[in-house]
């Protein structure tokens, strides 16, 4: 099913909120990272995708309810409605200064606490366990009143120690609240430790069957996975949903992920440059599947899912603007019936614009046409169509290619820009070096203009060539022969995460030194560092700290 997404403005939202919040609690001096990371995912699907809102209109009669019963997320939250336009970026800042509408924990928007809220927040959290029947009871009302109004409530795995969760999840089937959806945070942490050890809630889905709801189990940080479920959940009649969001406490910042000691830590302030670059820093991986043996894309497109990849990569070739062919709309429409994994298509064909509804109708996420293929009004023809149909748009340029000044216009509605380091016509083809200073090149021209975009690397990447991308601006890997070239595609996807965790961690270091605190650095993020300490040439350094 396609979501119509616009993937990639997804993603890249959900990486600011990230950026906001930890700017806020680095400020603030306290705050939970853990929580506002492992649920940025998750409040991102709704508010940026699935929601029905207004940030002019906060108390909008039609709007769709989120009651962040896991209160603590707050400067995930706040990061969130502000990327969102209920607040102003810069005032995420303020959080939990006195006199900030941004309090540690939310407080419900009225006249009287408008000193210390915001039109937007909907709950007062903080002791927590209650964020659900407080939705119960908007849901319930909504229903018998005949509104159409959605129901949306976050709780914690922490939180669901709690017996009033568990009174409330009564209450809701008994009343067949189908408007109403709460979403488990499942990162297994709580304040103080491993849930599993504390207050075992496992079988946690077996639970939720149990008290009747309708149950659904999703990759808490595959956004594709949680728009996909809201989706179906829509149809559910009589019984209220609950998606079990698997999720890793502080995912994002490495050394505060799946630790307990990062639920309600701050950083030091003069780590934030740091951590803000390696926020920027993540890498999606997209399999080509036109490498390796030919076609059986569909285990393909299944082992790559398997593996972990972030996207497919589909290049489709018509045998005119390059030498080869490859597949086109009407197969893509079948491997959209077996993965929710989003569709980086890739259109090697002339006149796209003749066929670009073909792929936006075949369930394609994200949809790149090339520079050598269209003119201008063609392109923004082509931008236009797919940014109605909710499809990130690209423009690729192949290596002969001078970048044309009319796309710095477009910049704002292109959501990935593809430098090709082939000639395009097939994969297993040999790196061409040349194309890395012009990839640089073409970043400091779309940095100057404010380009918010993603760069794709295309062609010959692997584990030699992944850091130099990398380095030159590259955050989305195509890889066709490193994925399907042998056999073994899962050690093939972790050969090429390592590679990237290593430019990534070169990179982080690199600023650390620049910023006069590499021990300090290495200090903080010790244990994740000791496994790459060879290959980031810092033995002596970990030496010096023991
Ligand atoms: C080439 C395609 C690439 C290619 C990548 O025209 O656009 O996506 O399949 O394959 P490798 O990684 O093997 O170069
Ligand atoms: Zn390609």
Redesign the pocket.
């Known amino acids: 099913m396609a979501l119509k997404m616009r993937y990639l403005e997804l993603n890249r939202k959900v990486r600011d909120v990230r950026m906001l919040a930890i700017q806020g609690i680095a400020e603030a001096g306290s705050g939970h990272p853990g929580a506002s990371f492992s649920a940025a995912e998750i409040m991102g699907a709704l508010y940026f995708h699935k929601m029905k809102h207004r940030s002019s209109d906060p108390l909008w009669e039609g709007r769709d309810f989120f009651i962040n019963s896991k209160a603590h997320s707050a400067p995930g939250f706040y990061a969130v409605l502000a990327t969102a336009g209920y607040i102003d970026t810069k005032e995420v800042k303020t959080l939990r200064k006195l006199g900030s509408r941004l309090q540690g924990h939310p407080v419900r928007y009225s006249e009287r606490q408008k000193n210390h809220s915001f039109p937007g927040i909907e709950y007062s959290g903080g002791s927590e366990g209650i964020g659900l029947s407080v939705a119960i009871g908007i849901a319930l009302a909504k229903k018998r009143d005949g509104k159409k109004n959605r129901v949306y409530t976050l709780i914690g795995d922490g939180e669901s120690n709690e017996g009033q969760i568990w009174e409330a999840a009564m209450a809701a089937s008994k009343f067949k609240l189908d408007n109403l959806v709460a979403i488990l945070d499942r990162n297994k942490i709580q304040q103080d430790g491993f849930t599993e050890e504390i207050m075992p809630l496992d079988p946690v889905r077996d639970k939720w069957t149990a008290f009747n709801w309708n149950v659904v189990e999703v990759n808490g940080h595959k956004i594709e996975q949680i728009i996909d479920a809201l989706s179906r959940i829509e149809k559910v009649e009589d019984k209220p949903s609950i998606i079990i969001a698997k999720t890793t406490k502080g995912k994002g910042i490495k050394h505060m992920a799946n630790s307990p000691q990062w639920h309600g830590k701050a950083p030091p302030k003069k780590h934030v440059p740091i951590l803000l670059e390696e926020l920027q820093s993540e890498i999606l991986i997209a399999p ?1 599947i ?2 390796g043996e030919p076609e059986n894309y569909e285990e393909k497109v299944r082992r790559a899912e398997r593996a972990g990849a972030d996207l497919i ?1 589909l ?1 489709i070739m018509d045998g005119k603007f ?1 030498p080869s062919t490859s597949f086109f709309a009407d197969t893509i429409k079948h491997l959209r019936k077996i993965s929710s994994i989003p569709f980086d298509a ?1 259109l ?1 064909i002339e006149k796209p614009i003749r066929h670009v509804e073909e792929y936006i109708d075949a369930g394609c996420d994200i949809i790149t046409v090339h520079v050598e293929a269209c003119n201008e009004v063609e392109f923004a023809e082509i931008n236009k169509m797919l940014l109605k149909a909710g499809i990130s748009p690209g423009i690729a340029i192949n290596p002969g290619t001078q970048f044309p000044s009319w796309l710095i216009g477009h910049l704002n509605n292109i959501d990935v820009m593809i430098i090709m380091s ?1 000639n ?6 040999k790196f061409i070096p040349d194309t890395l200073d012009k990839m640089a090149e073409i970043v400091k021209t779309l940095k100057s203009n404010n380009y918010k975009g993603f760069i794709e690397a ?4 692997d584990a030699a060539t992944l850091q130099q991308v990398f380095d030159a601006g590259a955050r989305i890997m ?5 994925v399907y070239g042998s056999p073994d595609i899962n050690s093939n996807i972790i050969q090429l995460r390592h590679k990237a965790n290593v430019a990534i961690e070169t990179k982080l270091l690199e600023l650390a030194t620049i910023n006069d605190m590499r021990s300090d650095w290495i200090k903080s993020r010790k244990n994740m560092l000791i496994p790459l300490a060879k290959e980031l040439g810092i033995e002596e350094d970990l030496h010096a700290i023991k």
């Open positions: 080509s036109i490498a990569h290049d390059v890739h090697m082939v395009p016509g097939f994969a297993g083809q295309d062609g010959g990447i195509v890889a066709g022969n490193a």
